[in-house]
């Protein structure tokens, strides 16, 4: 059994969820229940550091509220007291704590503000201060962040923890506690078997105070994340992730049966579920096998995903099949907004969670009834905060009459449960995370940002404004649309969005296995050189037709080709991975990338090319006009040979131009195919010929031949050069050229960041797509307080890359695109490995079981450098290569001076800054000569009318590709200014 399709419309979902609470469940009644928890926890409400109070007095929606978590977040881990000042001032000073009541922040808010007007005067930038009173506030806002963590990890250390659980009992004796060890997923082996030993010995602990005598549900627990015990926990590394971390965690499974103690394996993001519930079989099927007895063994699944009800269904098949009774822990959802963001970037047709925050809860009470219903296979366990909820599982559990537990997270929703547990026979179990709070608050905040949001009930229940029914209302209603434009649509109606798929999603993924099967490369003739005027005429004739095509039907042309590419994705992303050895998530990026460009080029000639009257003096009319230039030689690079070639060539075919493309020599296979679907759309042969053949000959002689009206070329700076002064020695008109070229792209990364964050952002952007990309990070600042700790993450993140063949769905990194790209890399590597110190190792790691390096030519393992100085930088190296300094002394004491020398090395296309100090990322971004700056994320992957790539300066022409400016450049402008007084006077103005 299989989950279903996890990309359905909600309505239709919904629609199903509440068919199956019918007659279930009687709100009005659950509703009447709950009301009392909730007078009394207003009318008695928890101590301040409560979560409810806090809520209260600083809203997640408020500045203050913002400032405050995301302090908590980052603060604590930062090592140097110069960047704690900055990062105090910059978050306080941006919030008003003035009208605050008696509290720690109302103590600190004097202070915080002087600070900030100190620190941070008129632009953000730092300016002179006393230390000794900016150390003050800092020690200050760190004992509270200290409280703020205190409120929200049980203890440091799982003796700590179990002390703190010992002492909640002696107010409520019938607490249960599941002890969670750490935030984040590990990045490297290292860290995953750290993360195994902290569970391993956590475990031993907890079986120190379990009994033998009871059911293992009354006996404390443990909660596991599948993540941090496996750096590539991931569907693509299905195979390994099997053979390597089922082993792991059936150890950790042996400990927790033979001590009598519960183990749930927590809950990931919906694109690692598939693979969550293979592990977790594997598991059941050897509980099953060695011990039958223990019941202790459980998973956490999320509510607020859209096959979260056929999840309970299918994890009580498994029980029944292997003859077991598992603990179900039902939450509503841990990362809602990071899976609506990938769902858009995506382009996946519908959210795989609910938007509207309802119809999470209609889900939860349709799932919470099928684990009721299920005694035989599930132990049902219920976390949440929410009154409401609470008492319709009572209900619901009354009138089945079986066995359940309470959840709630430790230091949330004490109040309600304060009332709840009143009732004798109600049992709750608190979720308790424990570690240093350094470690955990980024992960806490995730959970208070979650709890603490306007919609959610834990902040409407501090707020008395909100009445008892507005509070307490029913959520058994539907909404007929999503909350949220659909993937598709966050682009507004005029341009849809690229349509793309999830690889994780076998019945996506198979069209395209299937076609690079059938997919073979054509045999492209080349173009004779001598032949160029020859196009140039032809192409002449054509621009003559072509440009006086209305505008809106050259761009209904593109709309129709861009229609094509879609459904021919298979085709496409197989011909890029046999011929330009792009991997299977590079290949349908590209592909949606050029589709992305054929619609938004059509829609942006629509807009410029549309007449614009301009004002004049009475008896005159003054219109300005745009036109096509002529016939365009259109130069694309092989590392984007889908996506750059229709680029180049929507922009000039949308204006009017005619075009003589000439692809990469590496990759005309894709070229020609382009040009087949193109000409198929509508597009005239003559407006659009394919010329491959060598730059030095066939590209040359079409940038010397007479009658080019423009070039626009994407490849090396020398070659820019080159075609920058063959059209400067023409005679005739001033040709105009668009180039985009290379940089060294640099990555500034300060104390503040979180490694993990910054490590998983640094391998993307140095390491995937084998660093063939313009974007690529080539060069990491990192500060020296925490670079020792980030570089050696790096140095395990990179050696867990998959080298291979691209056409294998574990491959991360495939080849270099041929022998001369391979054997430039190769003079780099042996200089920087004489010249610096060698860091990340070139550890070899097949892509199959029967798959070897060796067996597929010019493959470069990721390789990493730490340099003295930026100095010692010197050129981009176009592979899998990161050169690495440090900074926070010296000539590089700041990082505005990091700047200054990035800016010195010459232009960079794009720009990565880690950090959590706002305003030095506003100073720095526009101190900064680059074209594409990143805050806190990867540094590749622009976006088609949303991050529009390129720039001027040493690295290119301008302007941005992709952008609203792009096609003014092929176009040439005309003003008509007509006297309309000449025939017999301005009868307009006589007439008024």
């Known amino acids: 059994m299989r989950l279903p399709f996890p990309y359905l419309p909600e309505a239709e979902v919904v629609s199903c969820r509440l068919e199956a609470l019918s007659g279930a469940l009687d709100w009005a009644a659950a509703s009447q229940s709950a009301q009392p928890w909730v007078q009394a926890v207003r009318d ?193 590394q299905h195979a390994r992730v099997m053979a390597e971390l089922v082993p792991r965690v059936w150890g950790l499974c042996e400990q927790a049966a033979q001590a009598n103690i519960n183990l749930t394996i927590d809950a990931e993001e919906v694109d690692r579920l598939e693979l969550s519930l293979d592990v977790f079989e594997a598991l059941v099927a050897k509980v099953a096998q060695k011990y039958p007895q223990w019941q202790g063994f459980g998973l956490a699944m999320q509510a607020y995903q859209t096959r979260a009800l ?20 039902l939450v509503k959802g841990a990362y809602w907004d990071s899976e609506i963001k990938r769902a858009q970037e995506m382009g996946l047709p519908h959210y795989p969670v609910f938007t509207h925050k309802h119809h999470t809860d209609v889900s939860y009470l349709a799932c919470a009834q099928a684990l009721l219903a299920a005694p035989d296979a599930i132990y049902p366990q219920f976390a949440g905060h929410n009154a409401g909820t609470i008492a319709a599982i009572l209900q619901m559990a009354a009138r089945l009459g079986v066995p359940f537990e309470l959840q709630r997270l430790h230091g949330m929703g004490e109040g309600v449960f304060r009332e709840v547990l009143k009732n004798p026979l109600i049992s709750c179990r608190v979720y308790a995370p424990v570690g240093a709070h350094r470690d955990l608050l980024a992960y806490l905040v995730r959970r208070l940002l979650e709890n603490g949001a306007n919609s959610s009930f834990v902040h409407q229940l501090a707020d008395e404004s909100v009445g ?91 709309r129709r080709a861009a229609d094509a590419l879609e459904q021919q ?29 054929l619609r938004y080029y059509a829609g942006e000639a629509e807009r410029i090319m549309a007449p614009v009257a301009l004002p004049g003096p009475t008896g005159e009319t003054n219109e300005l006009r745009l036109s096509a230039r002529g016939v365009w030689v259109c130069i694309s690079p092989w590392n984007f040979p889908l996506a750059i070639f229709m680029g180049q060539v929507a922009a000039a075919l949308s204006t009017g131009n005619a075009v003589l493309a000439k692809p990469a020599e590496q990759t005309p296979g894709v070229a020609w195919e382009a040009v087949k679907l193109m000409h198929a759309a509508g597009v005239p042969e003559g407006a659009l010929q394919l010329l491959h053949g060598p730059g030095e000959t066939v590209g040359a002689a079409l940038v010397a031949a007479p009658g080019v009206a423009g070039v626009v070329f994407t490849g090396s700076t020398q070659v820019a050069k080159i075609i920058n002064r063959a059209l400067a020695a023409k005679d005739g008109p001033i040709v105009p050229l668009i180039a985009e070229t290379g940089g060294i792209n640099a990555m500034l990364v300060d104390s503040t960041a979180l490694p993990e964050q910054v490590v998983d952002a640094v391998v993307q952007s140095a390491f995937r797509s084998a660093g063939q990309r313009c974007s690529a990070l080539r060069l990491l600042c ?35 695109i041929d022998r001369e790209a391979f054997d430039n890399i190769q003079k780099h590597l042996q200089r920087l490995a004489s010249t610096s110190k060698v860091l990340a190792a070139q550890k070899e790691r097949a892509s199959s079981a029967t798959q070897s390096i060796a067996a597929m030519p010019n493959s470069v393992p990721p390789s990493a450098f730490e340099v003295r100085s930026l100095a010692d930088v010197k050129d981009e190296i176009f592979g899998p290569v990161l050169q690495i300094v440090r900074w926070g002394s010296g000539a590089l004491g700041t990082p505005e001076a990091v700047i200054a020398q990035i800016n010195a090395l010459g232009y960079g296309l794009t720009l990565g800054l880690q950090t959590r100090i706002d305003s030095r990322a506003q100073a720095l971004a526009a101190g900064a000569h680059v074209g594409n700056i990143y805050v806190n994320r990867n540094m590749i992957g622009a976006v088609v009318g949303v991050q529009p790539f390129g720039g001027e300066g040493l690295s290119g022409t301008g302007p941005k590709a992709g952008g609203p400016h792009y096609l003014y450049r092929f176009c040439a402008e005309q003003t008509l200014t007509v006297n309309t007084t000449a025939a017999g006077g301005n009868a307009a103005l006589l007439a008024g």
């Not at 011929?579 to 290949?587: P, R, V």
Request: charged share 25%; proline share 6%.
């Open 44 to 236: 008695n409400p928890p101590p301040f550091w409560a979560m409810e109070s806090l809520l209260k007095e600083y809203p997640i929606s408020s500045a203050e509220g913002l400032a405050l978590m995301r302090l908590a977040e980052a603060l604590l881990r930062v090592p140097d007291a110069e960047t704690a000042i900055a990062l105090t001032a910059d978050q306080l000073g941006r919030a008003d704590f003035d009208g605050a009541s008696d509290g720690v922040m109302a103590r600190l808010s004097a202070s915080a503000i002087a600070l900030s007007k100190k620190f941070l005067p008129e632009g953000g930038q730092p300016g002179l201060m006393s230390k000794l009173g900016a150390r003050t506030v800092v020690a200050a806002t760190l004992r509270a962040v200290q409280l703020l963590g205190h409120q929200f990890v049980l203890g440091q250390t799982i003796g700590d923890a179990m002390k703190e659980a010992d002492s909640a009992r002696k107010k409520i004796a019938k607490l249960r506690f599941s002890y969670d060890m750490l935030g984040e997923g590990a990045r490297t082996d290292k860290d995953a078997l750290r993360y195994l030993d902290s569970y391993a010995n956590a475990i031993k602990s907890i079986a120190t105070g379990a009994r033998a005598d009871v059911p293992c549900e009354r006996n404390d627990g443990i909660s596991i994340k599948l993540s941090a015990l496996h750096p590539r926990y991931e569907d693509a």
């Open 310 to 329: 056929e999840l309970i269904e299918h994890i009580a098949a498994i029980a029944r099949k292997y003859k077991l009774r598992l603990m179900c822990r």
């Open 468 to 558: 008892m029914g507005e509070l307490l209302t029913s959520p058994l209603r539907l909404a007929p649309e999503p909350s949220l434009p659909l993937p598709m649509a966050v682009y507004g109606p005029g341009r849809p969005n690229s349509r793309g798929l999830d690889l994780t999603v076998e019945s996506m993924r198979a069209p395209l296995l299937a076609a690079l099967a059938t997919t073979t490369l054509p045999a492209v003739p080349e173009f004779d050189a001598k032949l160029a005027s020859s196009a140039v005429a032809t192409g002449v004739v054509s621009y003559q037709k072509w440009s006086k095509v209305a505008v809106a039907e050259r761009a209904a042309v593109l």
């Open 569 to 597: 994705m298979p085709r496409f992303c197989a011909l890029l991975v046999k011929e330009a050895f792009k991997t299977w998530g590079d290949a349908v990026s590209e592909v949606r990338e050029a589709a992305d460009f």
């Open 782 to 816: 990192v500060h020296e307080g925490i670079a020792d700790g980030v570089i050696e993450m790096i140095q395990g993140a990179a050696q867990e890359l998959v080298l291979g063949n691209p056409a294998e769905l574990t491959t991360d990194v495939g080849p270099v």
